[in-house]
């Protein structure tokens, strides 16, 4: 089962932006999804998904709104590193 969601914006906005009215529609979906998924609302599985395209693709596409494919929370990634140091064997 799936749901609607429908967005109204001005006929002439897809147009002005240099884009086909369906380019236009893809963008915006294709936004909104990036920023469920920055706001760690959505996976990347998830918000491939939503956007009907591979998550590899969805991954790829990060990149052009700054978007990193690694989301992180502040210190995760020095908690990282220091589990990975504990696990190093010593010489």
């Keep these: 089962m799936s749901n609607t969601l429908t967005v109204q914006y001005p006929g002439t906005l897809p147009?002005?932006?240099?884009?086909?009215?369906?380019?236009?529609e893809r963008e915006a979906?294709?936004?909104?999804?990036?920023?469920?998924?920055?706001?760690?609302?959505?996976?990347?599985?998830?918000?491939?998904?939503l956007v009907g395209i591979p998550r590899v693709y969805f991954l790829y596409e990060l990149s052009r709104f700054g978007v990193s494919p690694?989301?992180?929370?502040?210190?995760?990634?020095e908690e990282d590193i220091a589990n990975a140091e504990r696990?190093?064997?010593r010489h």
């Excluded at 002005?16 to 236009?24: C, G, I, V």
């Excluded at 909104?32 to 998830?46: D, P």
């Excluded at 690694?70 to 990634?77: F, K, S, Y």
């Design 87 to 89: 696990a190093l064997p």
């Design 29 to 49: 979906k294709l936004a909104m999804a990036v920023k469920l998924f920055e706001t760690s609302k959505l996976s990347s599985g998830q918000a491939a998904e």
């Design 15 to 24: 147009e002005a932006l240099n884009m086909s009215r369906s380019e236009f």
């Design 70 to 77: 690694i989301q992180l929370e502040p210190g995760e990634l």
